[in-house]
């Protein structure tokens, strides 16, 4: 089993930061890919960044050029720094692992969600 434990959610004025970071912990083996989602009031989990073992990362097009995630493969953190936040923003933001087990098997692990709103 993988716990992933989450931080830095909050509110915060149109146009500001928030550092959301995330860390796992447990009987970790190799964890491909960690990343980040969010859902929204009455819209679908969607996905806003990921980032491969290699520092390879995607984003969501909404967010791209405002968001960055990063990743410290050492300590199995992964952290999303946005910038310019727009009301639209506003969601609960989930972090994911995929990671593969010793048996060979691959389970992806969720975050407990943290909120985030972009209100004045």
């Known amino acids: 089993q993988v716990q992933l434990v989450e931080s830095g959610g909050g509110l915060v004025q149109p146009g500001g930061s928030l550092r959301l970071s995330c860390a796992a912990s447990?009987?970790?083996?190799?964890?491909?890919?960690m990343g980040w989602y969010r859902q929204a009031p009455g819209k679908q989990r969607a996905l806003v960044a990921a980032v491969t073992s290699a520092g390879s990362t995607s984003y969501a097009g909404s967010v791209k050029g405002r968001f960055t995630i990063s990743r410290d493969n050492a300590k199995n953190k992964v952290q999303l720094q946005m910038n310019s936040l727009e009301p639209e923003d506003t969601a609960v933001y989930y972090c994911y692992v995929d990671h593969r087990g010793t048996d060979g098997r691959d389970y992806r692990y969720w975050g407990q969600g943290t909120q985030v709103t972009v209100s004045s």
């Open positions: 447990g009987s970790i083996f190799i964890i491909s890919v």
